[in-house]
Every structure is written in C-alpha cells, then in structure tokens.
C-alpha cells in the first residue's frame, strides 16, 4: 500500500473518502481511542466483503481498501458501527 493521505475532514464517526483505485475508512478520534478491539473487528469484516479486496488498516484511523465503495457497502459499514457502538455519529456523506 502506499503512503496514506492526510484525512478528509472527519464529519462523522466513520468516513469515507474515495481513491484512485479504491477507497479510506477513516474513523474519529473517539471511535480508535475508546474501541481499539472494535476497528480490528471492522477491519476483519470489510476482508470478508464482496468486492473488497487487499484490505490495509494503517493505523487504527484508517483503513484502506481497492475495489469500488458502493452506497450499500457504505451503509452497511456504518450499520456494523451502529450495532456496535450506541451514540455513533452515523451521517453518511452524500454521494
């Protein structure tokens, strides 16, 4: 994988940022300082995805994916995290 970017700005719990090629998960402050277990599960869990493939979790901020970020693959991520997590900030950014 190659150097990650700066972070977009974090609107959200969870965000999302397209790439050439692919696409960032990029996850709050909050979120990677009070639920470290929970990114490695996420993370665990986009493997398993249809469509995501050479899955890179730089740190605990960000993960990066190749392949296409789909509205329903959005969804569901924020879903997971909203399973997860109560008080999440679940805006999805429009697309």
């Given at each position: 994988?190659?150097?990650?970017?700066?972070?977009?700005?974090?609107?959200?719990?969870?965000?999302?940022?397209?790439?050439?090629?692919?696409?960032?998960v990029w996850l709050s402050d909050r979120i990677t300082e009070d639920?470290?277990?929970?990114?490695?599960?996420?993370?665990?869990?986009?493997?398993?995805?249809?469509?995501?493939?050479?899955?890179?979790?730089?740190?605990?901020?960000?993960?990066?994916?190749?392949?296409?970020?789909?509205?329903?693959?959005?969804?569901?991520i924020v879903a997971w995290w909203v399973e997860k997590v109560t008080?999440?900030?679940?805006?999805?950014?429009?697309?």
């Open positions: 994988m190659e150097d990650v970017p700066a972070p977009p700005p974090l609107l959200h719990d969870v965000n999302f940022e397209d790439r050439p090629g692919g696409y960032e639920h470290p277990c929970l990114v490695d599960q996420c993370a665990e869990r986009l493997e398993g995805e249809v469509g995501v493939v050479n899955l890179g979790q730089v740190d605990h901020k960000c993960l990066l994916a190749d392949g296409v970020l789909t509205n329903q693959l959005e969804q569901d008080d999440l900030d679940q805006g999805l950014l429009a697309r």
